[in-house]
């Protein structure tokens, strides 16, 4: 039989990290891309319905339930039983207090694709201008090549690297499509992505570089992240 989905009362929706990596992953969107977008538009995380959804997506409910469902599985979204807001400023004053947080050594640097200096963190300035040129030289490089990597080459990644001689990466280069920009992400040391510093990375710049959408946010006190999505079978 056929399951109905509906969505968990009380929760808000927000990409987990390795959703908000999806979402800035390429330039090209699917339809869960385009959901994961359309959430890191909103200042607020929003509280959803499926009517809201399929006017994002034009199409059914049921059909905006199955997109978000498939979200869920892959681990791109969840939901919060608490609304977040992310921290305001200018990326000037936002950058410092995300970054460090995003490598072992709490240095990170975010460099636009013309080698300006958008954030950096642990970088005397010779060092950060050095590894910004690198940074927007490897954009480049990746822009030419990346739609290559998947198919003929069969290397499914979107990130660079600096090794050692025995293969350890020293810096890491993640390159990052956030509407019409294209940033670079360096990481030197251990990269510690996955966590709430590089969702609101990812946030931050969307809603610089985006265009707005309007937040839902009613009030809840519990903290846990929850499924989405409920089931049922008739």
Request: glycine letters at 10%.
């Amino acid at each position: 039989m056929t399951q109905q989905l509906a969505l968990a009362p009380g929760l808000y929706a927000q990409p987990t990290p390795v959703g908000a990596f999806r979402a800035a992953e390429a330039a090209e969107a699917d339809a869960v891309t385009h959901l994961l977008r359309v959430l890191l538009l909103h200042p607020t995380t929003p509280a959803l319905d499926a009517d809201t959804l399929a006017g994002w997506f034009g199409c059914t409910p049921d059909d905006a339930l199955r997109i978000v469902q498939h979200a869920q599985e892959e681990g791109l979204v969840e939901g919060q039983p608490q609304p977040r807001t992310v921290s305001g400023g200018s990326l000037e004053q936002v950058m410092p207090h995300l970054l460090p947080a995003l490598s072992s050594d709490g240095r990170a640097l975010l460099v636009d694709a013309q080698g300006f200096v958008a954030g950096a963190a642990g970088f005397a300035p010779e060092a950060a201008e050095a590894l910004a040129a690198l940074s927007a030289d490897l954009g480049i490089l990746h822009e030419r090549h990346r739609r290559h990597f998947g198919t003929s080459v069969g290397l499914p990644t979107s990130a660079w690297a600096l090794v050692d001689g025995a293969g350890n990466s020293q810096v890491g280069f993640w390159p990052l499509h956030i509407g019409e920009e294209r940033f670079v992400l360096s990481v030197v040391g251990i990269p510690r992505l996955h966590q709430q510093a590089f969702t609101d990375l990812i946030w931050v710049l969307m809603l610089r570089y985006g265009a707005p959408a309007t937040p839902s946010t009613p009030a809840a006190t519990d903290t846990r992240p929850s499924d989405l999505l409920q089931g049922a079978h008739p």
